[in-house]
């Protein structure tokens, strides 16, 4: 029994551990298998990408205070960021790769860019 290409059908020629009988084949049955999953880390990516071109632009100095609703205004969303990091006083920080902030009082934030 010959074995077929897993997304055309085909009738595979060549190597005995072959499953596909083109790269377009190939890719276009990974392209549906990861559909989803691809989705979702798409989404978090343009989410992150967005949160940190808005951190660049308002924080040229590389630190400077922002209002909240300064962020908000940019579509900042606050439930995206690539790490924490606490200090020992307990001030805690998120960061969005390289750029940071840390909630002050009265709906103020400092932005950092970490070096």
Do not use: W
């Not at 392209?31 to 967005?50: A, E, M, P, V």
């Not at 808005?54 to 630190?63: A, D, I, M, Y």
């Not at 001030?91 to 103020?108: C, F, P, S």
């Amino acid at each position: 029994m010959k074995k077929k290409c897993l997304e055309c059908g085909e009738p595979l020629k060549g190597r005995i551990d072959k499953k596909f009988c083109s790269d377009y084949c190939r890719n276009a049955y990974n392209n549906k298998i990861n559909k989803d999953s691809k989705n979702l880390i798409r989404n978090i990516n343009n989410r992150l990408r967005k949160n940190h071109r808005l951190l660049c632009e308002l924080n040229t100095s590389g630190k400077t205070k922002v209002t909240r609703s300064k962020l908000l205004d940019g579509n900042f969303d606050f439930n995206f960021f690539t790490s924490i990091y606490t200090t020992k006083t307990g001030n805690t920080y998120y960061y969005i790769y390289n750029q940071g902030y840390l909630a002050l009082e009265n709906d103020y934030y400092l932005l950092i860019k970490k070096e």
